[in-house]
């Protein structure tokens, strides 16, 4: 089930996006305003962002450009009454990914969610299949060699991350952020510990490697196509 952050100030409005996902099929997570938001973040995984512009204490500009700035490259739906094109601008080059005015129906709120969660590569069914491993996120789940392992869920995340993007590059700080939280007290340490974990478990999966880039950080490459 992916978890979508709704992040609106208005009580009613919160309510009823949260209602109308969670009806849906996803769980929907309610956030205060764009502070609030980060805290949640800092505990939770999170797929995809609803967001209002207009909040208290941090607006939906100042939360986006925030994670992007982080390295946060999740999905970012703003929601709002302002309809100016200098507004959807702002959001755009802020770093939102889409853009609805108020009022809108909640139904295509339904499917611009949908529509981003597949523009982000992220199967509908939460499993990557790379040869004969399979990875099940909604179990925290690895098959390979017919063999199922269940693995702790800082393990499984890393590993889901760099498999839902084969070739591509994160830094250490880029998983640190996305996986332990913004806030998180841990260091990168941590992260060259757990890919050394990850590296001992699947020794002898041939389907798939994860190789260190000197200087940089970690990329999955798979061995099938």
């Known amino acids: 089930m992916f978890n979508i952050l709704v992040v609106e100030d208005n009580a009613d409005m919160r309510e009823l996006f949260c209602t109308v996902l969670s009806d849906s099929g996803y769980h929907a997570i309610p956030a205060l305003d764009g502070m609030d938001a980060l805290d949640i973040m800092d505990k939770e995984y999170i797929d995809l962002i609803v967001a209002d512009i207009m909040m208290p204490n941090m607006d939906g500009y100042e939360l986006t450009r925030s994670l992007r700035a982080a390295n946060y490259d999740l999905p970012i739906l703003m929601v709002t009454a302002k309809d100016q094109f200098e507004d959807i601008q702002r959001g ?13 129906n909640v139904k295509e709120l339904v499917l611009r969610v949908e529509a981003l969660l ?22 925290l789940t690895v098959t390979f060699h017919g063999q199922e392992n269940t693995l702790p869920q800082k393990e ?15 830094t250490r700080q880029q998983l640190m ?26 020794r002898d ?13 970690y990329k999955a490459v798979k061995n099938i196509e």
Not at 183 to 197: G, K, L, Q, Y
């Open 92 to 104: 755009f080059r802020s770093g939102t990914d889409d853009y609805m005015v108020k009022p809108i």
């Open 118 to 139: 597949r523009r982000a590569k992220i199967s509908s069914e939460k499993k990557i299949v790379v040869g004969s491993t399979v990875l099940n996120y909604d179990a």
């Open 156 to 170: 499984f995340y890393l590993l889901y991350k760099l498999l839902s993007y084969p070739n591509k590059i994160f």
């Open 177 to 202: 952020d996305e996986i332990w939280g913004m806030f998180s007290e841990t260091d990168e340490r941590t992260v060259n510990t757990h890919i050394n974990r990850l590296r001992e478990r699947f």
């Open 205 to 217: 999966c041939e389907d798939f490697q994860i190789v260190t880039v000197r200087e940089l950080g």
